[in-house]
């Protein structure tokens, strides 16, 4: 789905990050007592009335500073005022308005989007304080005092927020369509491998451009299904990014997985798994996302009978933490196993929404508990009274025990591993919620 983006923006050390952090439910920025802690910008998906949104945490804006990493934070804040739809300015009740919220007030402004004047630090309830209606001075209407540290009054800043997030303009494609989001580095053959289907192919429905900010949808039907390859652009190193448009292509990234049931990561044989690779493909991961990691420019790579093996031996090392994806090794230019990452990407979609009964878990479970007796704490050991499958996408079941405590993080990857080795599941992570009988889910 595409989703509306909203800018956390403002000057340093007003609790921008402490805000960001409060509104997505968990500490991802950096919260410090010293200005210019959040360099670069973070994102985070946030839902607020059933309606979702990425909220992006920024650098603070010093628009007079001449420090280089200043000046930095300064154009990455601008380029976020410039992808948002809607803008929250943090300021600060306790030092008032000061001339840099005036400058960072008349910059948004001249932006033309929405702005939510958010006042932080307000954190005693009651009737608001005197200092707020100093911040209708700024120009920017009705000031919305916040407790970012106790959350107070962030409900009501978002629900101003709701009235200007824009309706997904999303291309809405029928069930049988396998959305499919190619991400990588730049150079690692994202868009040659699009533009490779889309000439092979003779029945192409169209290309669509736009469906999602700043990426490219192109629909193919053939004889493996019909897919939508979402192209985008490629994550650089931070040290390499000098385009301003490079500046956004982790959230590119990041929105075009979240619009997707399968990800392909395009490795560049040469270069072989990176930092960047890890990043997106963690969050494809955490995303419940079926993935193939295919290695693109093979026909490059000079071989002898045991190249593809060392090289499959030291990706497995390098996506442990994905142990179930599947590896295809591709050339976007000759067409080298195209075929076969069709059939990779329908695969791993099928697995994805893999529903196994209730009967055949359990007997799954019987098996493996008998082989493997269950973990024990001073004389009481863990029973396993039944496992269902509540959902798919990512296929996730529900484990009900004695004791939460003693279902260890080993004895539930034992258990995935039974599942595994006997259903598939192969290209898909899989979720395991625990539950005492009786108990709150653990």
Same mark, same amino acid.
């Given at each position: ?34 200005? =210019?802690?959040? &360099? ?8 607020? *009335? ?23 934070? !300064? &154009?990455?804040? $601008? ?9 929250? +300015?943090?300021?600060?009740? *306790? ?18 989007? #929405? ?12 009737? #608001? #304080? ?22 107070? =009054? ?10 200007? +997030? ?5 291309? $809405? ?10 991400? =990588? ?17 003779? %029945? ?8 999602? *900010? ?85 026909? +490059? %790579? ?23 994806? /599947? ?45 493997? $007796? ?5 004389? &009481? ?7 269902? $499958?509540?959902?798919?996408? /990512?296929?996730?079941? %529900? ?12 004895? !539930? ?6 599942? &595994? ?7 898909? /992570?899989? *979720? ?11």
């Amino acid at each position: 789905m595409s989703l509306p983006i909203v800018a956390v923006v403002g000057r340093p050390n007003v609790g921008k990050s402490t805000l960001f952090n409060k509104l997505i439910g968990q500490r991802l920025s950096i919260v410090e007592d010293t200005p =210019g802690v959040t &360099r670069d910008r973070i994102y985070s998906k946030c839902e607020w *009335r059933g309606k979702e949104f990425m909220v992006v945490d920024t650098g603070g804006i010093e628009p007079e500073s001449n420090d280089v990493i200043l000046a930095q934070m !300064r &154009r990455q804040s $601008q380029l976020a005022i410039e992808k948002a739809d809607v803008i929250i +300015l943090v300021t600060d009740i *306790r030092c008032g308005v000061t001339p840099d919220d005036y400058a960072v007030a008349e910059m948004l402004q001249k932006s033309g989007k #929405p702005v939510i004047l958010c006042v932080n630090k307000v954190d005693s309830l009651g009737e #608001p #304080p005197l200092e707020l209606y100093e911040f209708y001075n700024l120009g920017l209407g009705e000031p919305f005092p916040v407790s970012s540290v106790h959350g107070h =009054g962030t409900g009501d800043m978002l629900d101003e927020v709701y009235k200007y +997030l824009p309706e997904s303009d999303e291309q $809405q494609y029928d069930e049988e369509f396998i959305k499919v989001a190619v991400i =990588g580095k730049p150079n690692a053959g994202k868009s040659s491998l699009i533009n490779k289907i889309a000439g092979e192919e003779r %029945v192409i429905v169209s290309d669509i451009a736009g469906t999602t *900010r700043d990426s490219t949808d192109t629909v193919i039907e053939n004889e493996y299904g019909k897919f939508v390859f979402i192209d985008t652009a490629g994550i650089r190193k931070k040290s390499k990014v000098t385009e301003r448009v490079e500046h956004y292509s982790v959230l590119r990234a990041y929105m075009a997985i979240d619009r997707s049931d399968v990800c392909v990561i395009m490795l560049d044989a040469a270069e072989g798994f990176t930092e960047q690779d890890s990043k997106v493909a963690g969050y494809a991961h955490e995303q419940g996302k079926a993935c193939v990691v295919a290695v693109n420019k093979w026909d +490059l %790579v000079e071989k002898d009978d045991k190249t593809m093996q060392e090289f499959r031996t030291k990706l497995e090392n390098d996506f442990s933490f994905m142990s179930y994806v /599947p590896f295809v090794f591709i050339s976007a230019k000759t067409g080298q196993r195209i075929n076969k990452l069709y059939e990779l990407i329908k695969y791993t979609n099928y697995q994805n929404s893999m529903r196994i009964s209730t009967g055949m878990l359990n007997d799954v479970l019987a098996y493996a508990t008998t082989r493997v $007796q269950p973990p024990s704490d001073k004389g &009481r050991r863990l029973k396993i009274y039944y496992m269902t $499958q509540p959902s798919t996408k /990512p296929p996730t079941f %529900v484990t009900f025990v004695n004791r939460a405590d003693l279902f260890h993080f080993s004895y !539930r990857r034992y258990i995935e591993n039974q599942i &595994r080795s006997t259903f598939g599941l192969e290209g898909t /992570p899989v *979720r395991f919620v625990v539950r005492e009988r009786g108990g709150n889910d653990k």
